[in-house]
């Protein structure tokens, strides 16, 4: 190394150290990137797209969209799901299949969406209220259906209407009692992890109706 | 003295020598003197943990703004109680024992660690009247008391009976003993420069004139070769490689916890604080004002400002470069940082002491060159 290349390499170090620090500089005086989060909740931006907490949306009339056909909870890969239909009689004397109870569970899900992807009349969404810690685990298990709630008619005379009023007064009594059992029946699933799959199984075949098929072909349209 | 033509409303003088006369009535010399000297040690003690508690909030500011980020921010306005509460922690957690270690080198070297910083700590002048004890070899004893913290940290290193521990005191042995060399050098050079070692000259011949200005080239290379040797010295900024945390998970107080880590925490920060303090004192004029030779108003009002805020200030602007050199450069490789003591600084830094003593002897200083403006007598 000659001394010529020993003075100019000290004066090249100093250089691109002094190089080095005014960027740090920079970096001192620029905008913190830091989410005071508790704090920032009113300006807080969460993406669209984030999937936190399924939900069932309801119009102002208390009405939903979800019939009951159990694809959501054919297409759970782990057992979230749980829908009850029930049968009702209708005043013109046919029977209809409406929905009970829509449970989901919010600590068993993986938040795969699709259930979501696959519901035929597009009746749950995931939401972005991300915020769903709570201290007790049976609170994990929502009931996604509203109390009283009914099926969304598609633009029926007002006869069709008066019908499910009748029976929501009922529903208000009955699904009570209904709504306790799956909640312990989701329990019991839980607890007992490895039968998880064979119970689910069993459930969709009692309460579920809808050949698989069209379940696929819509799966195809929907998506 | 000449300072007493200015009015100090602020200065602690008239406290210290009030205690003193207070003391000095009400008891035998000997009694005085001793509870004087028991004083002294609380107040140094005290002042220690509060300088690195605070030291500890600033630097984890600072560092967080130099990444965008906040910092602590949780506990108290702004975080302020942040390294109390980290500090009672400390105070709180176990000690644990390590099997086969050397228990007693093992206990001993955290103090060996604290004692030297403490020391060191001493002679510090802080203002006007606030120095422990002001030696005529102040520079040197600073020298020589800093250097005694190696010994704990290879004895932390050895007693440990770990291998990362082991690696990173030998790697801490070869940089202190090496940049310990360059930082003495520079010093050196400034007291060629001043004619004095001890604290209080060095900062009354900076009246006028900084010794990091009146040696004019060659004290600014001391100055930087100082700082350099300083953050190799207490194992910071680029040249952290003794706990480098990648490679050695904490280097040789790994195996410490509790109080016994904090004394090395504790020492760390405190010997950056000490290293800008003594460059404070030896470049830029210690705890004195600045003063302009004939701007009498001036040099009064600068006056009013207490002498330990012009220290605590200039020692605050160091600390802050050391920060900033600290989160702006890579960590060095060991043969780098070899390279740069062994084959950078210490050539140069001889070529300038020889410099500086050819400065001196021609009376090329600024002081020298125009005696009229700065020369302090």
Redesign the interface.
């Known amino acids: 190394m000659s001394f010529s290349k020993y003075i100019s390499g ?1 004066f090249k170090a100093l250089k691109s ?1 002094i190089g ?2 005014r ?3 920079k ?2 005086w ?5 989410m ?1 989060y508790p704090e920032n909740r009113k300006t807080l931006v969460i993406s669209d797209r984030w999937r936190s907490e399924l939900i069932m949306p309801h119009d102002e009339n208390n009405e939903h969209a979800c019939t009951a056909c159990g694809i959501c909870m054919m297409n759970c890969p782990n057992g979230t799901i749980t829908v009850t239909p029930k049968m009702i009689e209708t005043e013109d004397g046919k029977k209809k299949k409406i929905l009970d109870t829509h449970i989901w569970n919010y600590g068993t899900c993986t938040f795969c969406n699709l259930c979501v992807i696959t519901c035929p009349s597009n009746a749950i969404i995931f939401n972005n209220d991300f915020e769903g810690a709570v201290f007790n685990k049976s609170k994990l298990i929502h009931q996604l259906n509203h109390e009283g709630s009914k099926l969304r008619e598609k633009k029926k005379e007002p006869v069709a209407v008066k019908t499910p009023t009748t029976t929501s007064s009922d529903s208000t009594a009955t699904p009570a009692t209904n709504k306790d059992e799956i909640i312990s029946k989701v329990k019991e699933n839980n607890s007992l992890t490895a039968s998880v799959g064979g119970n689910d199984s069993t459930n969709v075949e009692k309460t579920v109706e809808q050949p698989k098929q069209t379940n696929n072909n819509k799966d195809k349209t929907n998506e | 003295m000449l300072l007493l033509n200015y009015s100090q409303p602020l200065e602690l003088s008239g406290i210290i020598e009030s205690v003193d006369t207070f003391l000095r009535t009400n008891m035998s010399p000997g009694w005085a003197t001793f509870v004087e000297g028991v004083i002294v040690c609380v107040a140094i003690l005290a002042l220690y943990c509060i300088i690195a508690l605070a030291l500890i909030y600033i630097e984890r500011k600072i560092t967080a703004f130099f990444q965008a980020r906040l910092g602590p921010n949780r506990l108290g306005p702004y975080g302020v109680i942040q390294s109390i509460a980290d500090m009672v922690k400390i105070l709180i957690k176990e000690i644990i024992h390590i099997n086969r270690s050397d228990k007693f080198l093992f206990y001993a070297a955290p103090f060996f660690v604290i004692v030297s910083s403490f020391l060191a700590f001493g002679v510090i002048p802080f203002g006007i009247d606030l120095q422990a004890i002001d030696f005529n070899i102040g520079v040197f004893f600073y020298t020589a008391a800093s250097s005694i913290g190696i010994i704990g940290v290879l004895l932390a290193g050895w007693s440990s009976n770990n291998k990362y521990s082991m690696l990173g005191a030998m790697r801490s042995g070869a940089q202190f003993v090496s940049y310990e060399l360059s930082a003495g050098f520079a010093l050196m050079t400034i007291v060629v420069l001043s004619g004095t070692m001890q604290f209080s000259e060095l900062v009354e011949g900076q009246r006028y004139c900084w010794n990091l200005f009146n040696g004019h080239i060659s004290s600014i290379i001391a100055f930087i070769i100082f700082m350099i040797s300083g953050h190799a010295e207490t194992n910071r900024g680029p040249f952290d490689l003794p706990e480098a945390e990648s490679e050695l998970t904490a280097g040789y107080h790994t195996e410490y916890s509790g109080l016994t880590f904090g004394f090395f925490y504790l020492a760390e920060y405190l010997n950056m604080f000490i290293y800008c303090s003594i460059a404070t004192t030896v470049f830029l004029g210690g705890w004195m004002p600045i003063q302009i030779p004939g701007l009498d108003a001036l040099n009064e009002v600068m006056w009013y400002i207490p002498s330990y805020v012009w220290f605590f200030g200039k020692t605050g602007l160091l600390i802050f470069l050391s920060l900033w050199v600290r989160w702006s450069f890579p960590r060095l490789r060991i043969d780098h940082l070899l390279n740069l003591e062994w084959k950078y600084l210490l050539p140069i830094n001889l070529v300038n002491l020889l410099v500086m003593v050819v400065i001196v002897l021609t009376d090329t200083s600024l002081a020298g060159l125009f005696p009229s403006l700065l020369a302090t007598n």
């Open positions: 000290i150290l080095g620090m960027e740090t500089w970096e001192l620029t905008k913190k990137v830091t005071q």
